[in-house]
């Protein structure tokens, strides 16, 4: 049975043992927490070791803006746009953190944030951004080149 | 967490500080980022303390992210590591990028999927006939320069399909590219044929 009161309270403990008290409405921005929600699991602090107090405070803080009623298209949207100008560590755990929590809205962001780095450029410029190991054999190599160099002209 | 890694490294060797650098920072032309590549694989486990973390993404998500990236990309990305390479192999990536530009006609999909898979796939389908569509037909040069293994029957088609590359992809479209993949297929099978 799920509770839609809004005066709910969901209480989180990051990785790094920070707790976060957020109104039901803000958590179950998160489909995770949203099923922990419906099955009665909520009622303690939920442990996340995977997510850390900072990308966690990030994240609340997405989820709430996001239910916010007086925030308008614009404010929304800029707010998307400033968010995800981040660091790659960050970028990271944020991807990380929105795929574990299943925050819908933000995943698509991000991952869509990490595509637009990866776009227009060649092989040896992404090994570069992510610190990639090229791992193929210069054979290997030769012979994916050529099957790829259409998008290369 | 990021701040205790920071002091590890500090007594580190001078490069791993520069190539923490340029990890944060991007995109340096240097190729001083091949030498540490190795401990901050070992060591980009789970808070990416070393690295941003990047190194470690799995082939998941790293799927979803290619679900976003346009077709080249998509391609360039597929020469970058063997994982990637296998990731960016994946027809249901090719079948979005070659039916994104397709006008919505729903069983037109459907049907479309069973025969491009019978003849070769969408990643082939692309790379051969419908990356032509999308650059600019301004002259007869870009598509005999283009990649030699590539049809010279799409040629003659050039002109037909005009200077400006359609921003939706009708019927028309799709029955062409297709009749031109199936045959490739049959010539090829032909080939095969023949050497037996």
Known sequence: ?153 | MKRAMADDEVTEKGEDKKMKKIRVEGEEEEGEGEGGEGKGKGEGEGEGGRGSGFVNLDENLLYEVLKHVDARTLASAGCVSKLWHRTAQDERLWELICTRHLANIDCLKQQLRSVVLALGGFRRLYSLFLCHLSKPQSSGSSSSSSASSSSSSWGPFAPMIGSKPPTRWGKDEVHLSLSLLSIRYYEKMNVNNRGR
């Open chain 1, 1 to 153: 049975m799920s509770s839609s009161k809004s005066n709910k309270i969901v209480k989180l403990e990051s990785s790094d043992n920070k707790t976060f008290e957020v109104e039901e409405a803000v958590a179950v921005q998160s489909e995770t927490l949203k099923n922990m929600v419906d099955d009665g699991c909520a009622n303690d602090t939920i442990p996340l070791p995977n997510v850390n107090g900072k990308i966690l405070e990030m994240v609340l803080g997405w989820c709430k803006k996001h239910v916010d009623e007086t925030v308008t298209g614009d404010e929304l949207n800029k707010y998307e746009a400033d968010f995800l100008d981040l660091d790659q560590a960050d970028l990271y755990g944020l991807l990380m953190a929105a795929n574990f929590l299943n925050v819908k809205g933000l995943l698509d962001r991000v991952l869509q944030r990490v595509a637009d780095m990866i776009k227009g450029k060649k092989p040896e410029e992404i090994r570069r951004i992510f610190n990639i190991k090229n791992d193929f054999t210069p054979e290997e190599e030769e012979e994916i080149r050529l099957e790829n160099a259409w998008a290369f002209d």
